[in-house]
């Protein structure tokens, strides 16, 4: 007989859920390797199909990690009086948008960059390839 949930336990959260609380979430966390090791900046994004999009600047550590190489996306959130709260893990691939539907469909979405793109900012693509999640129950 499984064992009922308990105030502190960590639940699963199913695909949908998880994508679900990424495209609510107003940013989330890029992490990747450099030469200089591991490193994670936040960004704002958007989900549009199966995937997850955001704009980064030429030259930038963004713009390099997008170059085909393998990133992590992190997204939470918590409530510190009541102990509760969720994350979102992503592992995927990271490339550059160069169709220009897709670009253009990016475009008409309703998104703003917190930071003003440069004039050459570029979209990156995301492959959502592995998703999971958790929440800490308290009820």
């Avoid at 994670?40 to 930038?60: C, E, K, M, W």
């Avoid at 990016?106 to 930071?115: C, K, R």
Wanted: hydrophobic share 45%; glycine share 8%.
């Amino acid at each position: 007989m499984p064992v009922p949930p308990r105030p502190g336990d960590l639940a699963s959260l199913d695909r949908d859920e998880c994508l679900a609380l990424l495209a609510d979430a107003s940013f989330v966390r890029v992490a990747f390797v450099t030469s200089q090791g591991p490193t994670v900046l936040p960004v704002n994004h958007l989900l549009h199909g199966d995937a997850l999009y955001f704009r980064t600047a030429p030259g930038s550590k963004l713009g390099t990690a997008a170059a085909g190489e393998r990133v992590a996306i992190e997204a939470d959130n918590g409530d510190e009086p009541s102990r509760t709260g969720w994350s979102v893990l992503v592992h995927g691939r990271a490339s550059i948008v160069n169709d220009p539907h897709l670009i253009e469909a990016l475009h008409a979405l309703p998104f703003e960059p917190w930071a003003l793109p440069a004039d050459q900012a570029f979209w990156v693509h995301v492959e959502l390839e592995r998703v999971s999640g958790r929440r800490i129950i308290r009820d």
